[in-house]
């Protein structure tokens, strides 16, 4: 199985910048994202980048995040700027993994990983 390990996660204040970092125990050809949940919501995509560097992001934080990766180190990025208490969630990596028939893709996900945006 793929192991997604997130880390950078913490306690900022508003206004503040903070910086997600996901590794992958394998190598990762599909999409790699990032989601969040903030208690008693769905989870939600913020931000996702294909293996060509295509990126998408949600309306909420297209402005303040940016997404990479690191195809040699299987690692993405989420570079979180101008942090709003409306960021607080657990945040959570995904990829999408080839399955062991090599026909399809199969997502993983990480444990999370929790941002506070808080004075």
């Known amino acids: 199985q793929v192991q997604l390990v997130e880390s950078g996660g913490g306690l900022v204040q508003p206004g503040g910048s903070l910086r997600l970092s996901c590794a992958a125990s394998?190598?990762?050809?599909?999409?790699m994202g990032w989601y969040r949940q903030a208690p008693g919501k769905e989870r939600e995509l913020v931000a996702s980048i294909t293996s060509g560097g295509t990126t998408n992001y949600a309306d909420s934080v297209k402005a303040r995040f940016s997404i990479s990766r690191d195809n040699a180190k299987n690692t993405v990025y989420l570079q979180m700027n101008s942090l709003e208490p409306e960021d607080t969630a657990v945040y959570y990596c995904?990829?999408?993994?080839?399955?062991?028939?090599?026909?399809?893709?199969?997502?993983?996900w990480g444990k999370g990983t929790l941002v506070t945006v808080s004075s």
């Open positions: 995904n990829a999408d993994v080839l399955s062991p028939s090599g026909r399809r893709y199969v997502p993983y």
């Open positions: 394998g190598n990762i050809l599909g999409i």
